[in-house]
């Protein structure tokens, strides 16, 4: 692009994301001018189908349903893939970089499932690709770990990273609403799809897992490394066992660094009501990273809709006309470190356990001799007497997942132990 030429703007798909990148490219087109140095310029917009009604007028002539020739037009700068979906997004973005032109994508999934290969593709055509809506939406969180933390040491980043989850786990803690009928009102508002899947199961937010790690580490990361558990099963006995420990159930994203190796999962936690995540309400996000010399830090803010994920994208498109305009590139993937993910079963973590036992002499003895039997040291203890049994609050120190996960399998088979009623990962505060 030379210095007093127009930024030329192809964007694929119109839908709740691509409607607003248009709407912001017409209404900002002055003050992006002015910030850009050039003028940016829609020159099309690719959608499936031509009569479809959309939530912004596009102007005449720009419209086609032909995404892969708009990407091919050699007089396109930079491509904006908000299709979503591994295909045709991953052809049409590895076709606009090798015909020379930058990307801004917001496809979480398709960069947790193949993200090298766009790499490559961006490095050896020497264009830009930039993702920041990917995760978290309007949250400024790839571009900190990328850039502002690029001296520091992460060693860990734990994110509230999808909304609908959120949505559903608030409205069970502050309402006393069942899984089911919370789900039914995040569908309502229109927070949840119609088929939850990728969100409730937590697949949204393992692909986002998988590349705040990437960044967080400098390694490749990708979806199949994530351990993931989603919501489904939190119930309602969960979520008032979080209360009566002071404590709140959260879908957390959790990438930490152990040693040289890297530990990525996504699953419901019970975290203090003290950790600045529990606060985080409604279908917000918040992302949470530890650094050797920063600390904590905490970014906050609205993770979905439209508007706010198109504001994140026009930032990215901001960046990658100044860096064009600049005759650079903004930096690539940092792969360096290239370190190993560890499974699950030796992830440290805790584990909260609330189980109904026969009240009599010797059974807190028994179940406390079950977690020294794995080498689980225990934290706290609850007893809640009732008529003929009583329910036991156990609540361990740090160990492995197995020998978590063991334990509980153990106190299942116990003669003494009438039913588990809830087991659930404690995560978000010091050991
Ligand atoms: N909606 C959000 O809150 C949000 C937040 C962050 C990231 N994202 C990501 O942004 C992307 C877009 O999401 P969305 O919510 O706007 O989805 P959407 O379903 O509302 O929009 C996608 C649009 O692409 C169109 N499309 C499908 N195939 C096409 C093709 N071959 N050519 C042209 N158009 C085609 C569809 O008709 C649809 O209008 C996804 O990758 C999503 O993960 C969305
Ligand atoms: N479905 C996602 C949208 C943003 O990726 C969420 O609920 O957060
Ligand atoms: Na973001």
Redesign the pocket.
Known sequence: MESDKALRVAV???????SQVVRLLDEQAADLEARVGAPVELVGV????LD?PREVEVPEGLLT?D?LALVSRDDVDVVVE????IE?ARTLILAALENGASVVT????LLAEDGPTLFEAAEKHGRDLYYE??VA?AIPILRPLRESLAGDKVTRVLGIVNGTTNFILDKMDTAGSGFAEALEEAQELGYAEADPTADVEGFDAAAKAAILASLAFHSRVTASDVHREGISEVTAADVQSAKDMGAVVKLLAICELKDDAVAVRVHPAMIPRSHPLASVREAYNAVFVESEAAGQLMFYGPG???SP?ASAVLGDLVTVARNARAGTRGVGESAYADRAVLPMGETRTRYHVAIDVDDRAGVLAQVALAFAEHDVSIQTVRQEGRDLDAQLVVVSHEATDAQLSATVEHLRGMEIVREVTSVMRVEGEAE
Request: proline share 3%.
């Open positions: 694929l798909g119109c839908g709740s994301v691509g690719a959608v499936r189908r479809a349903t995404a908000v299709i979503g979906g045709p917001a496809n979480k999934a809506a990917a939406g979905a809709g439209g994920t």
